[in-house]
């Protein structure tokens, strides 16, 4: 039964893009997590990008217990999160022609590796740039989008194109224009973002759907543990050693 209070409407409107991504998207989830687990097992490094709010799902699965060790965060200065001032600086850097390519022109990715680029519009320069950017230097690109943008907006990028145009592999979180869930009587703007959410989702989504596919393989998928039980700290130094070559979140 839905709660008629907007707290209780917004679970339900978060559960139900859940339910909604969980059965319309479990193929592209599934080909996205064998994507990883072909790269782990290949000897690849896996990247992980997102702008502004989308750079929150990303961060989600790097250095996380429970999750893949392999996994780095790609960051562009600036665009990481809402640290920097003023923070509309952000989302002036998004639409930045060139920028992408600079960043992984200076980064450790090669040829092999996997990048997801996670966006909810997908039609900033950006995230575009940098899925293509990445395929043309070889690495295979995943990417998290809202497809509905590309229908119902125009991309801000040169070419015309979405992020979504770019991918090897694509999950669609379902966020309607706008990503505001709810609207009420006396409130003006809709509001509710549900993005972060469902694209955090997705994302430990696809990292288990790895997981399971490289155990089926007879590969022990490197996890890390959580710090905060006994035994963490110790198993973790053992993974971050083995694995070290392709961990970079461990550098300066």
Request: glycine share 12%; proline share 4%.
């Amino acid at each position: 039964m839905s709660d008629s209070k907007p707290a209780g409407q917004f679970f339900d409107a978060a559960i139900g893009l859940l339910r909604r991504v969980r059965d319309e998207e479990a193929g592209a989830v599934a080909d996205a997590g064998a994507l990883i687990a072909d790269t782990v097992a290949d000897g690849g490094r896996i990247f992980v990008f997102g702008a502004g709010h989308s750079s929150l799902p990303a961060q989600d699965v790097v250095y996380r217990a429970g999750g893949l060790a392999l996994v780095n965060l790609l960051a562009v200065p600036g665009v990481v999160g809402i640290d920097v001032m003023p923070a509309t600086l952000g989302s002036a850097l998004e639409r930045v022609d060139g920028l992408a390519g600079a960043v992984l022109d200076t980064s450790p990715a090669r040829p092999g590796d996997v990048l997801v680029v996670i966006s909810l519009s997908g039609r900033n320069s950006l995230p575009v740039e940098m899925a293509m950017n990445a395929r043309a230097l070889g690495l295979k690109v995943i990417g998290v989008t809202s497809v509905a943008y590309a229908e119902e907006t125009r991309s801000r990028h040169v070419s015309g194109t979405f992020l979504k145009d770019h991918c090897d592999v694509v999950v669609d979180t379902k966020i309607t224009v706008g990503d505001a869930e709810l609207t009420s009587e006396g409130i003006a703007a809709p509001f509710g973002p549900a993005s972060t959410v469902v694209a955090s989702a997705v994302m430990q989504a696809v990292m288990a759907a790895a997981a399971g596919e490289l155990a089926a393989r007879g590969i022990d998928p490197p996890m890390l543990r959580s710090g905060n039980v006994d035994g963490g700290h110790e198993w973790n130094g053992r993974v971050l050693s083995e694995y070290g070559d392709r961990i970079f979140f461990r550098h300066h």
